[in-house]
């Protein structure tokens, strides 16, 4: 029966037999995968649940040529780690770690066998910068400039001084090595100032001349109120004083001091006379230190300590004591030792 132009069925409809479909237009499947037409346009089902994957290709470092493919059956791939390598899977994660312990040290890429030794094997290096020696002593021979050995304990005994040409400060040792030149040291030398005055209150003494049976203690003799009065060559010349035989500066000056009644301010001063060959002008001192303290009986001492200094000395420069009572008649006592550096 031919049925004449369109006809819409609403209800479902059912075959017995094989249906085929004539002039088919092809398109996309809008939903299903497993019913199509064969080659005589009947309609049939697929017979596997797949879908259209024909192969499968993986490719590593080694490039395409050599990539593991399959086409056909089950894509079944295995991946395995080597030596410092390690593969894991979880599900469908695959990792790929290192395992250092695995890695080869002779193996690694740019290994060089000439370029790494054992701390025994080391017989030669370059120049070392920095750093602190702490493994045994030194043998003696390996050395600059030294001979014979050198065992755990012992000290070297000398090192070549030509090789040293600055060094900071040592703070202990034993020199041994020769004799060190005067004008490359730093000599200290003391000098004592002691006497005693029955001042006016206002000047200056300085010691009494060598006849006089209390020299060179007594300081009696006024060289003004500031004690720069200018004194004659001949009287310098009778008073014990100290003469410098090199130039040098002072270093420190401390001693002990008393004197009678409370409350009066008496000072103790340093002064250096300069003379001059076949010259008979009078000598005008320089002030070197003054100290002061106020009395608190003849009975108590004071003690004083000066070491701040401004005024260096001379060689052949003459350095004398001298006091100021701050009342008259007071009786005034010192001792004192006066620490000079030689330049």
Sequence with gaps: MKFIGQYIQSF???FRNDVYLEDVSTGTIASGGNLGLDSNNKIVKATEATGDITGVTITTDSGAVAAASQTSGSADFTIVGTSGVGVTNSSETITVTSVP???DHDSLLNFAANEHYTQANITTVGTVT?????????NATYLDGQSGTNTGDETLASINALDITEVGTIDS???NGTAIATDQ???LADFEFEGFSVGDGTNYMIP???SDTKAPFEHQTSTGSDGLTATTVIRLLRTSGHVMPYAGTL???KGWATSSGTGQTVDIGLYKFTL?????????PVALKNTSFTSVGNAKALSFSESSFSVAFSAGDILISAIRNGTNSKKCEFTSTLVVEWD
């Design 12 to 14: 479902i409809a059912r």
């Design 101 to 103: 312990g695995e890695i």
């Design 130 to 138: 920095t750093g602190v020696w702490r493994g045994t002593a030194i």
């Design 173 to 175: 040792g034993v020199w």
């Design 185 to 187: 040291q730093k000599h």
């Design 208 to 210: 009494e001349i060598n």
């Design 251 to 253: 270093k420190l000056w």
């Design 276 to 284: 001059v060959n076949n010259d008979s002008t009078d000598v005008s």
